[in-house]
């Protein structure tokens, strides 16, 4: 029987999936500093964010054959080192694309209309006449240029919603010199269009965009230092919905406090799970905890795309 410890959980209609199969699926979590020492009997590691995938934890799995993260970066898993251990290590890339997308628009209309803002103040007990005066220079995103920065599936995803909404887009990914962007309406099926988006040199995206919105992985060192934000417009507004890090920090924090910044969308930070607080805090960061692939419907795709995969590996050999 495959045993699988699914250590930061798995979604119902993924278990579900497993357990028809006869498939051994346990969720208790086991803590981090623990679990090499309790890894050995498993067959299959299912993780997210949370867990982290040492080297000692793959010398600990005896048996494992395949580490699963439920979601797109595997930067808390030692691929390398698993690799060579002869370890499958997949991620589920196609689950929760629209989900990242669908906030990272979120956070471009909070920042549009200052939404943050507003509704801090306002449910503070500010003066509502005030308020409204103070807010009332909003401005309508279309007609305005985003830049995307990593346009894989989720940049692809974001392209397609900001068209819809007629912004103007345009893209940097380093290995993706083109891509088809494809838009079909849920209610006339018979409506399609499609357009194709060649990439551009990252300092074109800098220099030219109104917003950019990153989806790149982590690397541990930031990819947006000084440099690249003194680049950008003046009054630019940016979106990391990737990872904490791909932005540096103290220079965004200093880029916002002298306006070369207007706005900031974050749903990762350095230091999760206490970010900073002069970020939390700043009145033009509109920021949410993470949640970019935690939808109700991206949740369930995950559990599946990630029970299919562990399926696939083990055919009929259970």
Do not use: W
Not at 148 to 155: D, H, K, P, S, T
Not at 219 to 230: C, F, P, Q, R, V
């Amino acid at each position: 029987m495959v045993k699988i410890l699914a250590n930061d959980g798995i979604h119902p209609d993924g278990r579900l999936l497993l357990e028809e199969a006869d498939y051994l699926v346990e969720e208790d979590k086991i803590p981090q500093e623990v679990l090499a020492e309790r890894i050995a009997d498993y067959d299959v590691l299912i993780v997210r964010s949370a867990t982290k995938v040492t080297k000692a934890v793959i010398d600990g799995a005896k048996n494992l054959k395949i580490i699963a993260r439920g979601g797109v970066g595997l930067d808390n898993i030692d691929l390398e080192y698993a690799q060579q251990k002869g370890i499958q290590v997949f991620n589920t890339p196609m689950a929760s694309s629209r989900a990242v997308a669908e906030l990272a628009i979120a956070h471009l209309f909070s920042l549009s209309r200052m939404l943050q803002r507003s509704n801090r103040e306002l449910a503070a007990g500010g003066d509502f006449k005030k308020l409204k005066k103070a807010y009332e220079t909003g401005f309508q995103i279309k007609g305005k240029t985003l830049g995307i920065v990593g346009f894989g599936r989720i940049g692809q995803e974001v392209a397609k919603i900001a068209l819809g909404l007629g912004m103007s887009v345009r893209a940097h990914d380093p290995f993706v010199q083109e891509a088809e962007i494809g838009i079909q309406l849920n209610d006339f099926k018979e409506i399609k269009f499609s357009l194709n988006i060649s990439t551009e040199s990252l300092d074109k995206i800098l220099r030219e965009s109104d917003f950019i919105s990153f989806h790149i992985p982590g690397s541990g060192k930031a990819a947006i230092t000084a440099d690249e934000l003194a680049k950008m417009k003046n009054g630019v507004f940016l979106i990391n919905t990737a990872r904490g890090g791909v932005i540096d920090e103290e220079a965004l924090l200093a880029a916002l406090d002298s306006g070369k910044v207007a706005g900031v969308g974050l749903d990762v930070f350095e230091n999760e799970p206490t970010p900073r607080e002069a970020l939390l805090k700043h009145p033009n960061v509109s920021c949410t905890p993470h949640i970019g692939a935690s939808t109700v419907e991206a949740q369930s795709y995950i559990g599946m795309e990630l029970a299919d995969k562990i399926l696939a590996f083990f055919g009929d050999d259970k």
